[in-house]
């Protein structure tokens, strides 16, 4: 069986491949012209969407793709044919997640970033800090990996609400609503998380009425996607004292360009789409898994549903 690798770390891809799958025939490139090459032959593909689209658009057609990242937005273009089997990486991300937002809350809450400030100026700043005990977090977003983070800060005594498609149980979540209890929820929420998938109905949703809501000592996180929140409304947010800070991953346009608001905006920290990077090996295990229920005609982990985006 062959296999395209369309991943810019492809040569790794390839060689922990070897190790668990030798019986697949391996074809890897970041190159436009050999992926042109190598698809038409290749019945399975694993990599990158932003790499893969374009062959689709072309027409060209695996048996089932595995993508490398959670997102697979550019795979979803209405022009794209959807008669194949997608699935998106999962089950790999909420450990490095769920780190890095609870370290943006810690030095939110242990204000290190002013302390740093202070230290620059060489001014004294004993102020005293905040504890997580007690602090209410909202995360946006309680699938595979909005539950992960859950799970890493319930031991640190915050207590947990959520957002999701549809209310439910689900520990450790106190409560998971639907998406139109969002404006409620964000009112209570010190820690206000957005981790929701790109959908038609995930857009625009942090907008100027909904910042109004939060509270002035409220933390945003968006490590969720950039189309979520209204760029100027959330600088207006932070320039009126409608949020203490933000911790911006991603965003509508990347690299974010020179001139962007967000580069000068009062306490927004940028951190480049860095929150939960791949894991080559985390990613193969999950292919060859899935190879494995693709090939027994079993149920693929991440299987996406086109007709809901994820």
Known sequence: MHLLIAEAEHALYAELLRQ???????????????????????????GQPDLLAPWRRQGLRPQWLQSTW???????????????????AVGIFGQVMAEYVLGHLLAHERQLFAALAAQI???WDNRRPRSLVGRKALIVGTGDIGLSVAQFLAPFGIELLGIASSPR???PFRQVAGLDALPRLVAEADYLINLLPDTLATRDIYDAALFATCKPSALFVNAGRGVAVVDQALVSALQQGQLAGAVIDVC?????????????????????????PTDPRL????FVENL??????????GHVDFARGY
């Open 20 to 46: 668990q799958a030798p019986e697949l025939e391996l074809c890897g490139s970041e190159r436009p012209a050999a992926l042109a090459e190598y698809a038409a032959s290749c019945p399975l593909w694993l």
């Open 70 to 88: 959670a997102g697979i937005t550019p795979l979803l273009a209405r022009d794209l044919p959807t008669n194949y089997a997608l699935t998106r």
């Open 121 to 123: 100026e060489q001014r």
């Open 169 to 171: 149980n689900l520990p």
């Open 252 to 276: 509508r346009e990347e690299p974010l360009p020179a001139g962007h608001p967000f580069w000068d905006a009062p306490r927004l920290l940028l951190t480049g789409h860095s929150s939960a």
């Open 283 to 286: 990613l193969v295990q999950l």
């Open 292 to 301: 494995a229920r693709w090939q027994a005609g079993a149920a693929l982990r």
